[in-house]
Every structure is written in C-alpha cells, then in structure tokens.
C-alpha cells in the first residue's frame, strides 16, 4: 500500500495533484483544503495517501496533514460514504471544525455541504460522535518542512505513542535547543520523550 508520496509537483487542479515520484506520476485525488495548501507546481511536495482499491480501480486519495487522512478514513468507514464523497466533506469543512460539527450533533452545518442529505448527516453523527479522536491542530507543513529527516521519525514516533502533535513538535524543538546537536534518531528521541511527559 503507498502511505506516502514525496515528488515534485506536476500539475494541481482543485481535485487532483499529479505528483512524480522516481520518473512515475501519480494521479492523487485531494480535497480543496489540500490543495489551496499545494506549492507550485515544479516544487517539491509531500502528501499522505490513503491507497483506496476495488476490483476495476486502484485509486490515490492525497492529504497534506494527518487529521485530514484520519478523518477521510473514518468517513469511508460510514455506510452509504464512499471516497468520493468523503473528499467533498473534506473540501465542504475543515476536518477540525468537521470533527466539532460531528460531535455537537450539527446536522444542519453538515447538509451545507454539497452532496451531504440530511439522512447522511445524521448517520455521519451517530456512527461517528463517540470515534472521533481530538484534532491535533496539525497544521499543513511548508513543502519545505523546517525539521530534518531525524526529527521527524522521532516527531513520528512520538506522534504513534499517542503524544499530541503541538506537544511533540515542541519536545523535538527544546530536545535539539537544550544541549549538544543530535543528529541519531535513538538520543534525540529519548530526550524528546522525556521532555513531552
């Protein structure tokens, strides 16, 4: 399964981005919150990609932070929400402020957005209110992110033991300000650790 796309940037449409990853280009279907966040084409990008298959498609789902990947996923896991319209709730609400709408019950917020019933809405509620983790707040990452490779396995890490993503970010900052530089993963990420407790 791709998880990951890093290439540069061929074409972005409001929809879709083409990202050429080693001589291939990957047709990426986004949400509009993704790409108005999109560099230029010919720059460098990163996107999470949630890798959807059925029998007669394989088809690229792209996302520039984690909450939008996450909330993508569990929409597609509502009955009658496919891909499809999960990128338009995407494109229709922030997924911070779709996670709020979702656990307050809004259901006259989310029929706002294009391709959302009221039945979709309600089920969207109910099978979704109790799942939703918090929005970490991530914000989407500059195409050039200012933390080295080393820093973000271990913001990656810190991030999969649950720690919240501001939280970590800053444990990374003051793990590299508050001595000697580390530049290997295993160090860095132990004081790092010790810092977001």
């Known amino acids: 399964m791709i998880a990951l796309l890093r290439g540069v940037l061929i074409e972005k449409h409001p929809n879709q981005a083409i990202v050429e990853t080693g001589g291939v280009g990957y047709d990426v279907t986004i949400p509009v919150s993704t790409y108005t966040h999109l560099p230029e084409a010919g720059k460098e990008v990163r996107l999470r990609i949630h890798t959807h298959v059925r029998e007669d498609a394989l088809a690229l789902y792209g996302f520039l932070t984690q909450d939008e990947k996450a ?3 569990k929409l597609i896991g509502v009955s009658g929400i496919g891909p499809t319209l999960a990128v338009k709730v995407l494109s229709g609400l922030a997924a911070a ?6 656990r307050r019950g809004e259901v006259d917020k989310l029929v706002r957005i294009p391709g959302v019933g009221k039945k979709t809405a309600e089920r969207m509620v109910l099978e979704l209110r109790d799942k939703l983790p918090a929005a970490t707040g991530e914000e989407p990452a500059p195409a050039s992110a200012t933390l080295s490779p080393v820093d973000q396995d271990v913001l990656s890490a810190l991030l999969n033991l649950g720690c919240a993503r501001p939280q970590a970010e800053a444990a ?3 793990a590299k300000a508050a ?10 990420f132990r004081r790092a650790l010790e810092l977001v407790r």
Do not use: C, N, T, Y
């Open 97 to 102: 402020e779709l996670i709020q709408s979702i």
């Open 179 to 188: 001595g000697p530089a580390l530049d290997e993963f295993e160090p860095l």
């Open 71 to 73: 909330m993508f996923e």
């Open 172 to 174: 990374v900052r003051k």
